[in-house]
């Protein structure tokens, strides 16, 4: 069965621009969520979708947003950039609606490394 | 404010001896807790979890404990391989999110 797939593995933008981050979970799993990681601040929850809605969200800025497909993949855009972006991008599914129970626990993907300049 | 910490940025062990990866939070409204464990250029895996009302779970070489009294948990890896080593994160379920430690990089030397 194939992980979560995160694409582009790395990404280089110049403040200002926009950018978008594509995320396809896990076969069968419904939910998907994002972190970002720093240096300074560790890993740190964005948002998180399931069945195309969002859920629960994290303290960042209105610049973040995403959504989620009929078919469970989510995308997340940025805009605005800022060099304060610049991090790891983590996408995590999960099989079933209910999150975190004790069967069902985030499996990440190998992340999106922005970097802006 | 921190509210999950692991206060050990690395720990170095011998192969074969025990690892002892340890973490603190303050909200006792935590459910359920979790570690992962991540190499450079990968994402996270999912190694163990336990939920709030157990205060052992057992997989392998790897066990959490939970006091919640004194809103700790440990990871215990027997025997360390040196594969294992990478950066640990703990992690804490709040409302649907989790909410991860800054992480302790093991090193397990041969």
């Known amino acids: 069965k194939a992980g979560v797939t995160q694409t582009p593995r790395y990404l280089i933008k110049t403040r200002g621009q926009q950018v978008t981050l594509s995320c396809s979970p896990i076969?069968?799993?419904?939910?998907v969520s994002w972190y970002q990681q720093t240096p300074g601040q560790g890993l740190q929850f964005l948002f998180e979708?399931?069945?195309?809605?969002?859920?629960n969200k994290g303290n960042f800025p209105g610049r973040f947003s995403g959504r989620q497909f009929s078919n469970s993949r989510s995308e997340m855009n940025v805009s605005t950039l800022e060099l304060g972006d610049s991090a790891l991008y983590l996408c995590a599914s999960s099989l079933v609606g209910k999150l975190h129970s004790y069967n069902s626990p985030l499996h990440f993907g190998n992340g999106t490394r922005l970097t802006v300049t | 404010d921190q509210q999950v910490k692991q206060n050990s940025p690395s720990l170095s062990v011998q192969e074969g001896r025990i690892s002892i990866l340890n973490c603190d939070y303050t909200n006792s409204m935590f459910d359920y807790f979790l570690w992962y464990k991540k190499y450079p250029a990968e994402g996270p895996t999912f190694l163990i979890s336990i939920s709030s009302i157990k205060d052992k779970n057992e997989d392998g070489r790897f066990t959490v404990f939970l006091n919640k009294s004194a809103k700790h948990l440990s990871l215990h890896i027997v025997p360390s391989q040196p594969g294992d080593s990478a950066v640990y994160f703990c992690a804490a379920n709040q409302g649907g999110k989790l909410i991860f430690g800054q992480g302790t990089e093991l090193s397990v030397k041969p």
């Open positions: 076969s069968g799993h419904r939910s």
């Open positions: 979708y399931f069945s195309e809605t969002q859920r």
